[in-house]
């Protein structure tokens, strides 16, 4: 505090000492709003501590007041350059804009994920993997021979209107299915053999909620010695309960593939409706999730394999529609025109 009637040196060491913890106070605000409190404190028009100071002047004898009033000027000058300064380097160093929250989490970016179709054909063949099957590939171009002489379809058999594909000329096509995969598997690999071959797929089908013209498929194919029809159904129940739960149900019933003889197709109970039946499994409570059968001896001779020797089965499944049972998709296409706000939904 400046005393009522200071002397000269008690008027100077005050305005020296004023002028320091004014410029002090300024350099110390950490943003506007403590600037403009310490401005009030030091320079306001009402009761400004510079305010006193000027006040104080008229108290000090005349002869004093010479020296006095240049000490308030520097005072003032000292007040005004630190205010000064400090306005301006909290100006350059806040973003204009709402303030920057360095301690706020930033948003995460999805890195991507793999599409539901992988997902499922991953986990089937994980499932398969501890039964002793490995993972093979053939070519989405395929020979005539393959995709239909070697899997026993006689020329012309009406079989194969099902099976209509894109020819690319030169008895070459687009697979219609990746049971051509059995043959060059069992051409390359004596049995005993445990094959999964997933891959796409074509065939002249509409793109509606069940079909797409190109879709994924997922070939199973078991052969050894003395493999019976008890092993297929086994091995597939087996599956269906690991990936659709222990308690799921399953049946089979009579099926024509020209390949596999007999021939059965499997369905499991409605996961959506739980066997009581809805629009998803058209009101059988029953969803058929693929097509089995024991390999036709003639497929096993057309890839050199002794069919009085070794037998096994074979299974096609479609991903696309696990999928859907999976995930509960009323829709085929949504796995292949979603974008990825859609896909993020299940991928992991
Ligand atoms: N290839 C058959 C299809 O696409 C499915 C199938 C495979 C059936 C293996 C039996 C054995 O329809």
Request: aromatic share 10%; charged share 25%.
């Amino acid at each position: 505090m400046l005393p009522d009637n200071p002397t000269l040196e008690q008027y100077l060491a005050y305005a020296t000492d004023l002028a320091n913890r004014g410029a002090a106070a300024f350099a110390a605000a950490s943003d506007d709003d403590a600037l403009e409190a310490a401005r009030i404190q030091f320079l306001g028009d009402k009761r400004g501590e510079l305010l006193v100071l000027q006040k104080g002047l008229g108290a000090l004898p005349p002869d004093a007041r010479r020296d006095a009033g240049r000490a308030f000027n520097e005072a003032k000058t000292t007040l005004n350059a630190a205010l000064d300064e400090r306005r301006t380097s909290l100006r350059s160093a806040t973003p204009s804009g709402p303030r920057l929250d360095l301690t706020m989490p930033a948003r995460e970016r999805w890195r991507g994920g793999k599409h539901p179709i992988t997902l499922v054909i991953d986990e089937i063949v994980a499932i398969f993997r501890e039964l002793g099957f490995t993972v093979a590939l053939g070519p989405e171009s395929e020979s005539e021979w393959y995709n239909f002489g070697s899997l026993n379809f006689p020329a012309d058999h009406p079989a194969m209107d099902l099976h209509d594909t894109f020819y690319l000329g030169e008895g070459a096509l687009l697979r219609t299915h990746t049971s051509p995969v059995q043959v060059r598997t069992l051409q390359k690999y004596p049995p005993p053999i445990r094959i999964l071959a997933p891959g796409t797929v074509f065939r002249r089908d509409p793109f509606d909620a069940s079909h797409a013209p190109a879709f994924a498929q997922l070939e199973g194919l078991a052969i050894d010695e003395g493999i019976s029809f008890v092993d297929l159904k086994s091995t597939l129940t087996v599956f269906a309960r690991r990936f659709f739960g222990p308690s799921t149900k399953t049946r089979f019933r009579p099926s024509y593939f020209p390949f596999t003889e007999p021939s059965a197709e499997m369905d499991v109970e409605c996961r959506l409706c739980g066997g009581v039946g809805c629009s998803a499994c058209k009101g059988t409570g029953w969803m058929e999730i693929m097509g089995s059968g024991m390999v036709h001896p003639s497929v096993l001779e057309a890839a050199g394999i002794d069919s009085e020797r070794f037998t096994g089965w074979a299974f096609g499944m479609g991903p696309g529609r696990i999928a859907m049972l999976r995930y509960g998709l009323p829709d085929i296409r949504l796995l292949y025109d979603s974008d990825v706000r859609f896909l993020a939904q299940v991928a992991e």
